[in-house]
């Protein structure tokens, strides 16, 4: 087994700031808060925040918020529950969250709930239990769940989940290991596990390991690193990680890594990224791989984070 390459990686992660007119940092251009938390988190993970002007971050990320109290991928874009939850994630880890109108924020999270209990992303209606996590878990680091029907958007997650104990991202629609991340975190947050099969749910998760250790996010699709993270951290949530073989997984996301210039990708000998990045570090975190900071499997935050803000501190 190799060894994850910290200080590359690090050096990957504070040379895509520098880069702002090659392919990858154009083509991310309309969701660079989204970028901006994988980021960020990473480096905290590894321990290396202090790298990064944190007042020019803050102020960056509130040039995107908008009027409405959402927040948009970038300056001069429309808001977006997506790009909120970013938002909200990167104050919380600079902890400046006191730059935040909590109220404004919370009241254009709060608006998008559905009769039904859904979420809409935005004003243009579309509806996903993806939307459901990131209203939840936005309002819970906020302090304010009070705003919402939170029964009513338990229901509706409930009513996402099929016959094999997974989740969709509507009623009906099929298993996904990243809608199941979503559905079980929401339901985590809000005190609601109670609702989801455990030993069924475990089952289908842990069958996504494939031969290489690596995890799948549907049955017969190749293995992934950001999986890593949405397979492993309901796993975890559901108190069946033992289910899989954790030393096959750490050695899949070394594998990924290009260890001379830094950075993981999807899978071994592709291009990396910092989506992948994130997710390789977090995995790694959840795996206890040694050196890293805890990751909280729910909020995808550190630990330290999400209990500075649990605790009012």
């Given at each position: 087994?190799?060894?994850?390459?910290?200080?590359?990686?690090?050096?990957?992660?504070?040379?895509?700031?520098?880069?702002?007119?090659?392919?990858?940092?154009?083509?991310?251009?309309?969701?660079?808060?989204?970028?901006?938390?994988?980021?960020?988190?990473?480096?905290?993970?590894?321990?290396?925040?202090?790298?990064?002007?944190?007042?020019?971050?803050?102020?960056?990320?509130?040039?995107?918020?908008?009027?409405?109290?959402?927040?948009?991928?970038?300056?001069?874009?429309?808001?977006?529950?997506?790009?909120?939850?970013?938002?909200?994630?990167?104050?919380?880890?600079?902890?400046?969250?006191?730059?935040?109108?909590?109220?404004?924020?919370?009241?254009?999270?709060?608006?998008?709930?559905?009769?039904?209990?859904?979420?809409a992303g935005?004003?243009?209606?579309?509806?996903?239990?993806?939307?459901?996590?990131?209203?939840?878990?936005?309002?819970?680091?906020?302090?304010?769940?009070?705003?919402?029907?939170?029964?009513?958007?338990?229901?509706?997650?409930?009513?996402?989940?099929?016959?094999?104990?997974?989740?969709?991202?509507?009623?009906?629609?099929?298993?996904?290991?990243?809608?199941?991340?979503c559905?079980v975190?929401?339901?985590?947050?809000?005190?609601?596990?109670?609702?989801?099969?455990?030993?069924?749910?475990?089952?289908?998760?842990?069958?996504r390991?494939?031969?290489?250790?690596?995890?799948?996010?549907?049955?017969?699709?190749?293995?992934?690193?950001?999986?890593?993270?949405?397979?492993?951290?309901?796993?975890?949530?559901?108190?069946?990680?033992?289910?899989?073989?954790?030393?096959?997984?750490?050695?899949?996301?070394?594998?990924?890594?290009?260890?001379?210039?830094?950075?993981?990708?999807?899978?071994?000998?592709?291009?990396?990224?910092?989506?992948?990045t994130?997710?390789?570090?977090?995995?790694?975190s959840?795996?206890?791989?040694?050196?890293?900071?805890?990751?909280?499997?729910?909020?995808?935050?550190?630990?330290?984070?999400?209990?500075?803000?649990?605790?009012?501190?």
């Open positions: 087994m190799g060894e994850l390459k910290n200080e590359k990686h690090v050096m990957y992660i504070l040379s895509i700031e520098k880069k702002k007119d090659d392919f990858e940092s154009v083509v991310m251009e309309h969701l660079r808060l989204n970028g901006a938390y994988w980021g960020l988190t990473t480096l905290d993970v590894l321990g290396k925040l202090g790298a990064v002007d944190q007042d020019e971050v803050v102020s960056w990320v509130m040039q995107c918020q908008h009027e409405s109290g959402g927040f948009g991928g970038n300056i001069g874009h429309d808001p977006h529950l997506l790009f909120t939850l970013s938002a909200i994630q990167v104050l919380a880890l600079l902890d400046r969250m006191d730059v935040l109108d909590v109220e404004n924020v919370a009241s254009y999270i709060a608006s998008l709930q559905q009769e039904d209990g859904s979420f935005d004003i243009w209606g579309e509806i996903d239990t993806r939307f459901s996590y990131i209203a939840i878990c936005s309002l819970a680091l906020l302090r304010r769940l009070d705003k919402i029907n939170v029964d009513k958007a338990v229901k509706y997650i409930v009513s996402c989940k099929n016959l094999d104990g997974g989740f969709g991202c509507t009623p009906g629609a099929e298993s996904h290991a990243g809608q199941i991340f559905c975190g929401a339901l985590a947050i809000t005190g609601s596990l109670h609702h989801v099969d455990k030993d069924l749910l475990g089952w289908w998760l842990c069958e390991q494939v031969k290489s250790g690596g995890l799948n996010g549907r049955p017969e699709k190749l293995p992934d690193v950001c999986y890593s993270w949405w397979v492993l951290s309901s796993l975890i949530m559901i108190d069946r990680v033992h289910w899989i073989n954790k030393e096959k997984l750490v050695s899949f996301i070394l594998d990924c890594q290009d260890k001379e210039n830094g950075g993981i990708s999807d899978r071994p000998d592709d291009a990396v990224d910092v989506f992948h994130y997710f390789g570090v977090a995995g790694l959840l795996l206890e791989y040694p050196g890293l900071k805890a990751i909280d499997p729910a909020y995808a935050l550190p630990v330290e984070v999400v209990n500075r803000i649990r605790l009012g501190k």
